[in-house]
């Protein structure tokens, strides 16, 4: 696995209080958000969302994007902060300083940049390649955060990019500011339509500095800092997975063959085509006569099973994991609603409950196995920690993404996992607390740019004392 480290080398324990801003490009939208920390575990959250415009995304140069991305700063400053902007207007046009305002009176904000970034610092990492649509050849290579930083100061806005974020890690950081206790979190994992875990490892297990002459400084007070796993690469060699030849067929014909192995078989983007493939071999089997009937007679609806020519069975991700969900969660009678769903989303008409029975089968095989690797990569990392052999009552886990927190029985058949580890066991399964949290590019993000400016500033950070009404989030 990568293990990247993220220079973040502290986390929040709910007391932390202050106004910060985080950013998120994630793909074609851009979202600005400002949170107020109370101090009590609890939030208050602003945000504003803006699509990217398509010709943006294909500019010339970077500076065409990022001056669009400092806009849309400045337009949310004003339209929800605007009486600290026009008193920072005001103190500009007053004061002497070449930059206009004091270092106390800037919003630090969080950088939440969802493109392969190779970092080297808590606010700086240089952008690898494009990826979601975007193609801007003149910013790879060059410093992502500096490039908005100018953006802003040539707006002379009251801002500071203070840390590159990758949302895992701010996963971390909003379970830990919102759990409860004084316990910190150990892990942040996603488990959704990606897969992704960053946890708080001891600096002098962290040997890939030797390797980094480029590093920047970091904060070395702590002992600790989160590392950035990358884990949905994990066994890309395939030497302990399990493999199916659904899983080689699916892998052949994905558009990133032979890497993110353990994502493939775990992440939500990836479980409806295993199911789907997993059908389709089986359709091929004379023998088994799934969706298919010799008369009337011999399906229970007194009818004949038959699949559309131009049925979603029949393409590439054409079932959703959703329809798992539903299958999963489906008690009813003859499995009446698997039918209906059957019919409605994979264009197979009249399946009899046998076939029902059939497709539940796979469902179940399908998001169970998710679920258990999903252990083995928190059951890693509890193991490594040695968190087990301390007297830590609790363990804490925070999650986030639609499997962990809406595929039915998903957390269930992890915890089953877990207990079936002999050096964690049904007691330290028991320690293990796993809770939802959210919003790991916003909250986690303002909270990492918190880290990083109380760190620059020897402890301590001055920051706009404002008042936000707009949603108050509580664990």
């Known amino acids: 696995m990568s293990q990247i480290p993220t220079y973040v080398t502290a ?15 994630g793909g074609t939208n851009f979202r600005v958000c400002s949170i107020q920390l109370h101090g009590n575990t609890t939030f208050s959250l602003t945000q504003s969302k803006v699509a990217i415009p398509r010709e943006l995304m294909v500019a010339k140069t970077a500076k065409e994007l990022f001056s669009f991305l400092a806009k849309q700063i400045e337009l949310f400053l004003r339209m929800h902060h605007m009486d600290h902007f026009e008193a920072h207007i005001q103190r500009r046009k007053t004061f002497s300083t070449e930059e206009g305002f004091r270092e106390t009176e800037v919003f630090q904000l969080g950088f939440t940049f969802s493109f392969p970034v190779h970092q ?15 193609d801007i050849d003149d910013a790879i290579g060059k410093d992502v955060c500096a490039l908005l930083q100018e953006e802003i100061d040539l707006l002379r806005l009251p801002v500071k990019v203070a840390a590159l974020v990758n949302d895992t890690v701010g996963t971390l950081m909003a379970r830990s500011y919102t759990s409860p206790g004084k316990t910190g979190t150990l892990l942040g994992a996603i488990f959704g339509t990606g897969t992704n875990g960053a946890y708080v490892e001891k600096l002098d297990r962290i040997t890939k500095f030797a390797s980094m ?23 890309n060699h395939l030497s302990v997975l399990p493999n199916t030849s659904y899983d080689v067929e699916l892998d052949a014909d994905s558009v990133n063959p032979g890497i993110h192995m353990f994502e493939k078989r775990i992440s939500g983007m990836f479980l409806g085509e295993i199911l789907r493939r997993a059908i389709l071999a089986l359709r091929k089997k004379p023998h088994v006569q799934l969706f298919e009937d010799d008369h009337s007679g011999t399906n229970d609806r007194h ?52 076939d029902a029975e059939a497709v539940k089968t796979l469902v179940a095989a399908i998001g169970k196995r998710s679920a258990r690797l999903s252990a083995v990569a928190i059951g890693g990392i509890v193991l490594s920690s040695g968190k087990l052999s301390t007297n830590d009552d609790v363990i804490d886990i925070g999650v986030d993404g639609s499997l962990v927190e809406y595929y039915p029985g998903f957390e269930d058949s992890m915890r089953e996992a877990l207990r079936e580890i002999p050096e964690i066991g049904p007691q330290g399964e028991k320690r293990i607390r796993i809770g939802i949290a959210k919003d790991g590019s916003g909250v986690g993000a303002a909270l990492i740019a918190l880290v990083a400016a109380s760190r620059e500033s020897g402890g301590a950070v001055a920051v706009p004392d404002l008042s936000v009404e707009e949603e108050v989030f509580c664990p």
């Open 303 to 354: 009818s004949t099973c038959t699949v559309a020519d131009d049925a979603p069975l029949y393409k590439q991700w054409g079932i959703d994991t959703s329809f798992l969900s539903i299958v999963q969660e489906d008690h009813s009678p003859t499995l009446q609603i698997t039918r209906q769903t059957l019919d409605r989303d994979l264009g197979v008409s009249a399946a009899s409950t046998e």
């Open 120 to 134: 080297i610092g808590i606010q700086r990492g240089t952008l690898m390649k494009w990826t979601k649509g975007f």
């Open 11 to 25: 986390v929040p324990n709910g007391t932390e209080k202050g106004l910060y801003l985080a950013v998120d490009l």
């Open 213 to 235: 002459p480029e590093s920047g400084d970091y904060d070395k007070s702590t002992g600790e800092m989160i590392i950035n796993t990358e884990w949905g690469s994990f066994d």
